[in-house]
Nanobody
C-alpha cells in the first residue's frame, strides 16, 4: 500500500530553519505531484508548497514565498521542504501529500490521493 512518511519536524526558535522530508513508497513516485500542507490548532489544513511531476514546476503559498523551498528526488522517492526564517505563525503539523497527474491543481488539497501522518513544527518566539 501507499505510504508517505514525514520527518524533520521539531522545535526551533524564530528565525531558525528546518528541513522536512517525506519518503514515499508503494507508488510510482515520478507520476505524482507532491505537496506540503499544514494545519495549525483550530484552523483548516492549508496549502504551503507543491512540486509537479512533470517539469518540476513549483508553487508556493504567499506565506511561504521567499522563505520555503520545495524539492524532490525521484531516485529516492522523497520530497523535501526547506524552511528558513521561521516565524511563530509557521507553527503547525505539516503534512505531505501525493496527487497523480494533478497539474496546476497541485495547490488544492482536494485533488490529492494520499496523505502522510504529519510532522509537528513548533516555532518559539
Amino acid at each position: 500500500q501507499v505510504q508517505l512518511v514525514e520527518s524533520g519536524g521539531g522545535l526551533v526558535q524564530a528565525g531558525g530553519s528546518l528541513r522536512l522530508s517525506c519518503a514515499a513508497s508503494g507508488l510510482t513516485f515520478s507520476n505524482y505531484a507532491m505537496g506540503w500542507f499544514r494545519q495549525a490548532p483550530g484552523k483548516e489544513r492549508e496549502f504551503v508548497a507543491a512540486i509537479r511531476d512533470i517539469g518540476f514546476t513549483t508553487y508556493y503559498a504567499d506565506s511561504a514565498k521567499g522563505r520555503f523551498t520545495i524539492s524532490r528526488d525521484n531516485a529516492k522517492n522523497t520530497v523535501y521542504l526547506q524552511m528558513n526564517s521561521l516565524k511563530p505563525e509557521d507553527t503547525a503539523v505539516y503534512y505531505c501529500a501525493a496527487g497523480r497527474r494533478i497539474g496546476a491543481q497541485a495547490t488544492s488539497k482536494r485533488y490529492y490521493d494520499y496523505w502522510g501522518q504529519g510532522t509537528r513544527v513548533t516555532v518559539s518566539s
